[in-house]
């Protein structure tokens, strides 16, 4: 079957660098998507990684290890609008476009 | 450009009573589009997903169904409300060039 795990919550301050992990079981591998909900709002996409290593986008990095089943989001110069939910999802294995999400990390950024 | 919309923004319905929830996508023809429920606290579900007019196909058994009598129009539906069927409902789209979904801005539902 399919699994995605995150931490639940995590609190950091504001200026700082904080990692957020995912990991994952699927049987056939699309790729990796990172999406970001702020509260009483929809997800809004934030990266998208296929190979193994690091995608830079501005302060948001996100990384892949496909032999791993591990990937993680790193978030620099931590602002407050950065608290909001984190979302992992992988496309459900033979439909490219089909996501299944993991339950979301809540960042809480203090000043 | 894409845009993706969804409404009602808020909505409280009673146990018992009908839904419908709708989705249009403008700026594409013959897009993916998918309901997902996120329950509080927890992660999107998976409910429909539909590759074209008449197509739909169901992910979970529920008291929900999915219609898409347009092109760009993806509706959800349920004949009677329950309680269970609370939650924030999102309708998505996989076209867009950034990769992944666009997500329209949410029905927020309560059943009471």
């Known amino acids: 079957g399919q699994n995605i795990d995150q931490p639940t919550e995590m609190t950091a301050t504001e200026g700082a660098i904080v990692q957020i992990n995912c990991t994952y079981q699927?049987?056939?591998?699309?790729?990796l998507f990172w999406y970001q909900q702020h509260a009483g709002e929809a997800p809004t996409f934030l990266s998208y990684n296929v190979l193994d290593g690091l995608e830079e986008k501005g302060r948001f990095s996100s990384f892949l290890s496909r032999s791993k089943g591990y990937s993680y989001l790193l978030l620099k110069e931590l602002q407050m609008k950065d608290s909001a939910s984190y979302l992992c999802a992988v496309p459900f294995s033979g439909g490219y476009n089909k996501l299944i999400f993991g339950a979301g990390t809540r960042l809480a950024v203090h000043p | 450009s894409q845009t993706i919309h969804q409404w009602p923004a808020t909505l409280v319905q009673p146990v018992g009573s009908p839904l419908s929830l709708e989705c249009t996508v403008e700026?594409?023809?013959?897009?993916?589009l998918y309901w997902y429920r996120q329950a509080a606290g927890r992660g999107l579900q998976l409910l429909f997903y539909?590759?074209?007019?008449?197509?739909i196909s169901s992910e979970v058994p529920q008291n929900l169904s999915a219609s898409r009598p347009q092109d760009r129009q993806f509706i959800l539906s349920s004949k009677k409300l329950l309680l269970s069927d609370s939650g924030f409902y999102l309708c998505?789209?996989?076209?867009?060039?950034?990769?992944?979904?666009?997500f329209g801005s949410g029905t927020r539902l309560t059943v009471v």
């Open positions: 700026g594409t023809s013959n897009p993916n």
């Open positions: 699927t049987s056939g591998f699309n790729g």
């Open positions: 998505a789209w996989d076209g867009s060039t950034s990769g992944g979904y666009t």
């Open positions: 539909s590759v074209g007019i008449g197509q």
